[in-house]
């Protein structure tokens, strides 16, 4: 696996991924664009899960560009791409599961969530971050669960509305596991660290 890491910190791949990355936030925001309407203005920060991933990313990605660590946003950006990628590829094979159907946009979804939980993790070993900026992280993932479950933000996915309970527990445990990941790879002492050079 190390001889993969040159690669990634090849400036090429960093601005072939932030491109990619910028072009996902912005189709994002603009697929969470009618809830955000209709969205109280005290919850806004928090609605557009996915996109605010990776908009984290993208920060992280023109920090390695720069030669830079941004630690806090590399812990925002683990846990929230590692939770909301497959967090979205759950829900669209649920979605799939209850309706026995699933168009092209629900194909792209899982693919493209896929690939976000799937950058964050293989950047891990480029991570400068420490307890106290996975504290932070963990505290705005959990806290965006109680938007979504107690307030009722979530996505809208109307075909899997009878299961919100279930789905609300399922995320419970995918953000503590994101947390747990994180720290596993991004903080525990003895780690594999890459300079960006």
């Known amino acids: 696996m ?14 072939l991924l ?17 809830q955000l309407a209709e969205t109280p203005s005290r919850f806004l920060l928090f ?15 023109l920090a390695f560009i720069l030669k830079r660590n941004w630690p806090l946003l590399e812990a925002l950006a683990m846990v929230t791409l590692l939770k909301y990628g497959i967090w ?8 799939w599961k209850v309706t ?20 964050g993790l293989l950047y ?3 991570y400068r971050m420490k307890v106290r900026h996975l504290a932070f992280a963990a ?16 996505p809208r996915y109307s075909m899997l509305e009878q299961y919100i309970p279930q789905i609300g527990y399922f995320t419970f445990w995918l953000s503590m596991i994101s947390i747990a990941v994180a720290y ?12 960006l050079k």
């Open 2 to 15: 190390i001889q993969w890491y040159p690669l990634l910190a090849a400036p090429s791949v960093l601005w």
């Open 18 to 34: 932030l491109v990619i990355n910028i072009a996902g936030t912005i189709y994002g925001y603009i697929w969470y664009g009618p």
């Open 47 to 61: 609605v557009p899960d996915s996109p605010t991933a990776s908009l984290f990313f993208v920060f992280v990605l």
């Open 88 to 95: 979205a590829v759950v829900m669209n094979i649920l979605v």
């Open 100 to 119: 026995g159907t699933l168009g092209w946009q629900g194909w792209m979804l899982i693919f493209s969530h896929g690939a976000m939980a799937i950058q």
């Open 124 to 126: 891990a070993p480029f």
């Open 139 to 154: 505290i705005w993932t959990l806290h965006n669960d109680v938007i979504d479950y107690v307030f009722q933000m979530l």
């Open 184 to 195: 596993v790879l991004g903080i525990k002492e003895g780690r594999l660290q890459i300079s």
